[in-house]
């Protein structure tokens, strides 16, 4: 199988390779699914934390050589039993991914790919988290706000692109103020967001490429958040395919 450009990439800069064997899927919401794979070797050797990521191989559709990744957060790993969790958006129209998880059963298996994650949650604890994201970062805002201690304030922008965006749990929290965001263009959830003093405050945001561009900028520019207290991921590209 070949992956491309992407491939030889990951692989000059020494990224892993794992089998993941699918041991159990449950249904959240119709759109968003819990898979459950085992993979001892993984978590025998990275180190688990909010917000890691895993890169999945998919194969292609039409039967051809190409293989198709995507990233998936860890929302929970389980060491002692070799086995991780990852919650799936199952986009319409399906891409290869989607058509993947669609058809999978018990026993199949993919390849993963780490090279490591970035983020971090930020020490000592900030005075309160801002989080910016949608459907497909939901996975990461979550494990982040379990992680937070109870007194820490969090402010959570969810940008939606309907009904079955809003039924996706989001993980409970004493400090919680959680605003939902209709999805208009990339500008819809800039706008939303209130301007007003953050001091000692962290801001975490991914989502939809272009949207996260002008969100970096804002953030700076119009929020007053620096480099060293602020983390910003384009997850993925409103031009792409799922």
């Known amino acids: 199988m070949s992956r491309g450009l992407t491939g030889l990439v990951l692989k000059g800069y020494g990224a892993r390779d794992y089998e993941l064997t699918l041991v159990g899927k449950q249904e959240i919401t119709p759109h968003f699914v819990r898979f ?6 993984l978590l025998q ?17 039409a039967g051809g050589p190409r293989e198709s990744q995507r990233a ?26 989607t058509l993947w998880f669609e058809k999978a059963q018990t026993g199949d298996t993919l390849t993963g790919t780490f090279l490591g994650s970035r983020f971090r949650m930020p020490q ?8 910016i994201g949608d459907a ?11 992680a937070a201690k109870p007194t820490t304030s ?26 939902r965001v209709a ?16 001091a000692g405050w962290f801001v975490w945001a991914a989502g939809e490429a272009g949207t996260m561009k002008l969100l970096h ?7 007053g958040f620096g480099k060293d207290n602020m983390h910003v991921q384009s997850y993925w590209s409103e031009t792409g395919k799922h």
Not at 36 to 41: T, Y
Request: hydrophobic fraction near 40%.
């Open 136 to 146: 497909c970062s939901t996975p990461a805002i979550n494990n982040i706000i379990a």
């Open 183 to 198: 999805r208009r263009g990339p500008e819809s959830l800039l706008a939303a967001i209130q301007r007003r003093p953050r």
């Open 45 to 61: 050797e990275i180190e688990w934390h909010p917000a890691t990521w895993l890169r999945f191989w998919f194969p292609d559709p």
């Open 124 to 131: 000592p604890e900030p005075a309160g988290y801002l989080l």
């Open 217 to 223: 900028k804002a953030l700076k520019t119009e929020h």
């Open 72 to 97: 998936y957060t860890l929302v929970a790993a389980y060491p002692t039993q070799g086995e991780f969790e990852v919650d799936v958006l199952m986009h319409q129209p399906p891409g290869p991914a």
């Open 36 to 41: 459950r794979f085992a993979s001892p070797h």
């Open 154 to 179: 969090l402010e959570v922008y969810l940008e939606s692109n309907g009904a079955h965006d809003e039924a996706i749990p989001i993980a409970a929290h004493p400090q919680l103020n959680l605003q």
